[in-house]
């Protein structure tokens, strides 16, 4: 299976080397010489385009499928769109206006659309409240993700993560130092973010419809603290409630609509169809991490 991983970052490039492994052919598509460099020295073929430059994706050969992983950069809610969902519309268009098209599109969103449910349970099933104008824009790129590919005769799936850590991205000091704001944490390690893509692919599942990919216990960001403090023998990080965090007066709107959104997310589905997590929690996940900053004796 000749698959192109558009924006193949972070997760990109693991899935890209969880693809060759398994025997598929992936191609990654960045827009920076460094993202190329990056592709190549993970082993996998590499090629030139950026969504916001539909032409520019001509450069990409035919593929079986398409993952969609662009980002925005972490920017607003301006370039969000730019990218998420006009970018997305022109890598749909520009894929399935070809002689051999894809057979389907999986485009990699954000638990982030369903907004606050004060701490309970949420599914697939759920309805999407977006907080914030980024997460309502993100809303609107899984309609286009489901949507779009029908015009052109395939399939679009949407892969919703929860927060990404892994490699380079445990971010122990904001924990261990504090201080941390009362609410759940819904995390995935880096290598089930791209596991569970590179699953559903290969098995052909989830066609048309949205897998909440996250790990099996969401956790209390205070719980998770205390125990990452204790499993790193340094003492418990301060505590803020989050009317304490509210009161610091410094805050953008779009920061305190996150600090008041609660959620925890099942992985039910993606566990249903299969999916065996390498990391099933925090506590196997953060393990390698705790381990070297033990070593390091700090």
């Known amino acids: 299976m000749h698959v192109a991983i558009v924006g193949c970052g972070y997760v990109g490039l693991e899935l890209g080397r969880q693809l060759l492994e398994a025997g598929h052919e992936p191609i990654g598509v960045r827009r920076s010489a460094t993202g ?7 082993g996998f073929e590499a090629a030139r385009a950026d969504v916001t430059e539909p032409e520019s994706l001509e450069t990409v050969p035919d593929v079986d499928a398409v993952v969609f992983a662009a980002s925005s950069g972490g920017r607003g809610a301006e370039k969000a769109r730019e ?4 970018g997305l519309e022109a890598t749909v268009e520009a894929f399935g206006t070809r002689e ?10 954000s638990t982030g659309v369903h907004g606050d449910h004060d701490g309970d349970w949420v599914d697939e099933g759920t309805p999407v409240e977006p907080a914030t104008e980024k997460t309502e824009v993100l809303a609107e790129a899984e309609r286009v993700a489901l949507e779009a590919p029908e015009e052109f005769g395939f399939d679009g799936t949407v892969a919703r993560y929860a927060g990404l850590y ?10 261990l130092e504090g201080p941390v704001t009362e609410g759940y944490l819904n995390m995935v390690h880096r290598d089930d973010a791209a596991g569970s893509v590179a699953y ?17 216990e969401p956790v209390s960001k205070w719980s998770f603290a205390d125990w990452l403090a204790a499993e790193c023998d340094v003492d418990q990080p301060e505590k803020r409630t989050k009317a304490e965090r509210l009161a610091d007066g410094d805050l953008s709107e779009a920061t305190r609509r ?41």
């Open 36 to 42: 190329l460099e990056a592709i190549e020295a993970a």
């Open 200 to 216: 559903l692919l290969s098995e052909g599942l989830a066609r048309g419809g949205v897998v909440q990919v996250v790990d099996d």
């Open 100 to 109: 051999n098209p894809p057979e389907r599109l999986v485009y990699t969103s």
């Open 258 to 298: 996150r600090i008041l959104t609660s959620k925890r997310c099942s992985n039910e589905k993606l566990r249903e169809l299969g999916y065996a997590f390498r990391y099933p929690t925090y506590r196997e996940g953060y393990r390698e991490a705790i381990e070297s900053y033990r070593e390091r004796g700090q």
């Open 83 to 86: 990218v998420y969902v006009e």
């Open 166 to 175: 892994g490699p380079e991205r445990y971010r122990l000091d904001r924990y």
